[in-house]
């Protein structure tokens, strides 16, 4: 299991490279501010889509992004 402080930093790499330095911590300091919501965004994100639209998503990100690793069924 991957601790608290690997996932902080592996977030904060993903928004710095997604981003730049600045409009990363831009985007910290909104959400801080503003007491953002993840999951009510989300919910308003898919309730917005039209039937099907998000089984359309699901399998155009799948085809693009292929698993390579090593899973293990338990």
Known sequence: MINTV?????GMECLTEGLGVVE?????SVIM???FDYTRWQ???????APGE???KAVEY???HPYSGNAERL
Not at 6 to 10: A, G, P, S, Y
Not at 43 to 49: G, L, S
Request: charged share 40%; glycine share 4%.
């Open 6 to 10: 690997d996932i902080l930093n592996r």
């Open 24 to 28: 990363a911590e831009h985007f910290i």
């Open 43 to 49: 919910r308003e994100y898919f309730d917005a889509m």
């Open 62 to 64: 799948a085809d693009g």
């Open 33 to 35: 501010r503003e007491k």
């Open 54 to 56: 998000f089984h359309d």
